[in-house]
């Protein structure tokens, strides 16, 4: 039955849209009555289709030969990194794309994320260690959610630690909105991130070693040698693309179990029979990854809607994973018990689907089995404040006290 509620307004780029999560009055409203919206961007002239049903965005994900990643995976276009002929692999098309991926899947694939769990797990402790022996209260995002991914990441790539940190800073200055830091503070970040890859290339290429850095720095394509501009992209997604969407999973499912009391104590139950249903639930109801861009390399329709040769198409996670016509009746509710969980968090299945899933879930898995099982009474200690991002969905400072 089509609802009666008055249409929201709809303002999918306004920071303001998204000042308190996503914006799900505005999705419902859009998968009900206009599934593949034109959304003006600045002037009148652009804009972008949004992609908001499940079974449209999973279509335009997993058809990279019409819907292109190319030149860039975000809605305005000055936002790809200019890179002359060299591009990072998310903003590639099939088969080069093929080619790059393949270099590096091996260290991504069940078996490997499996191998690294005693270590993740490991880590997990430590995080909580860190937060036990402070005491009192702390912010979950800083102090201990954002700590994971950039901990495996620079384990993967053989840097030490505090490194890790420090360069998922700089990833923060690059995808900051230039009007909300210093001029030129952009361009000084990826000017940092890019030294530093260049002395990791540098000592990887003169004493090659056990780790991800090496791999990269002597990879080929089709008989070539990557360069060094290859090298520095590659680095440079694998630090960004696993670090905030991880940290604002934990942030953000913690702060739905902060909500959700009686799905807490249902999960606390059942630790470990449960946590791993949860997770993906979890996934479902955070979607860190507000939206992946593409561009119709033809003209093209879709779900009836005519898209010209050159038009952005914009496919929503978020909105895709509270659709009815996917989830059915419950979708709207958080339900960590829910199977099937087809959820589009990590993507919709396409050459792009999230390289990382199976270590982002071994490292989810780890923290809050931590977190859970050490700190039962864990609680908020002052409001969250969300990200004010039209991209990345999460909260931005979740203050916790650590115990009654
Ligand atoms: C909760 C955590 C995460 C979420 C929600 C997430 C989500 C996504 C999404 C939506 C995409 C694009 C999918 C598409 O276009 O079809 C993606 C791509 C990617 N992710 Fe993740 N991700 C997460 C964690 C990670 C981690 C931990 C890593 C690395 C260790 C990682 C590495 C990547 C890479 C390299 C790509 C690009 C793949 C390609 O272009 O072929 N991600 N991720």
């Not at 093929?98 to 993740?120: C, N």
């Not at 099982?373 to 609680?379: A, N, V």
């Amino acid at each position: 039955m089509a609802s009666t509620a008055p249409a929201p307004a709809i303002d999918l780029l306004a920071p303001a849209s998204f000042a308190s999560g996503q914006p799900h009055d505005q999705f419902a409203w859009l998968r009900e009555h206009d599934p593949v919206h034109w959304h003006p961007e600045g002037d009148e002239d652009r804009g972008f289709w949004a992609v908001t049903r499940y079974a449209d965005v999973k279509a335009v994900g997993r058809d990279a030969g019409t819907y292109s990643s190319v030149p860039s995976i975000m809605i305005p276009d000055g936002a790809a990194l200019d890179a002359g002929d060299h591009q990072m692999m998310l903003t590639m098309d099939p088969p080069r794309h093929t080619a790059y991926r393949r270099l590096v899947a091996p260290e991504f694939i069940p078996r490997a994320a499996r191998a690294m769990r005693p270590r993740i797990d490991e880590l997990a402790r430590r995080i909580v260690d860190g937060a036990v022996e402070r005491g009192g209260t702390c912010d979950l995002v800083a102090d201990v959610a954002g700590l994971m991914p950039s901990y495996v990441i620079a384990d993967m790539l053989g840097i030490p630690h505090e490194d890790g940190v420090a360069l998922y800073e700089l990833t923060e200055a690059i995808h900051a909105a230039p009007e909300s830091q210093a001029p030129g503070a952009g361009m000084a970040a990826i000017l940092q991130m890019f030294n530093y890859a260049r002395e990791v290339w540098e000592q990887r290429r003169a004493e090659p070693a056990d780790d991800l850095a090496t791999t990269i720095a002597f990879a080929q394509v089709d008989g070539d040698e990557l360069d060094l501009i290859d090298f520095n992209l590659f680095f440079l997604l694998l630090v960004d693309a696993g670090g905030d969407t991880t940290r604002n999973l934990v942030a953000g499912g913690m702060d739905a179990l902060f909500a959700h009391p009686d799905q807490r104590a249902w999960l606390a139950a059942d630790l470990d029979g449960r946590l791993a249903t949860a997770v993906e639930e979890l996934l479902r109801w955070v979607s860190p990854v507000v939206y992946m861009r593409r561009t119709a390399t033809s003209d093209t329709t879709l779900a009836g809607t005519a898209v010209a040769a050159g038009d952005k198409v914009v496919m929503y996670y978020g909105s895709a994973n509270r659709d009815p016509e996917a989830f059915g009746p419950t979708a709207d509710q958080l339900d960590l018990a829910r199977t099937p969980n087809e959820h589009v968090a990590f993507g919709g299945g396409g050459p792009h689907f999230c390289l990382g899933a199976h270590i982002a879930r071994a490292e989810i898995h780890a923290l809050l089995r931590e977190l859970l099982t050490r700190l039962p009474d864990l609680s908020p200690a002052g409001p969250t404040e969300w990200l004010p991002s039209t991209f990345i969905s999460g909260p931005k400072h979740l203050p916790v006290r650590l115990a009654r």
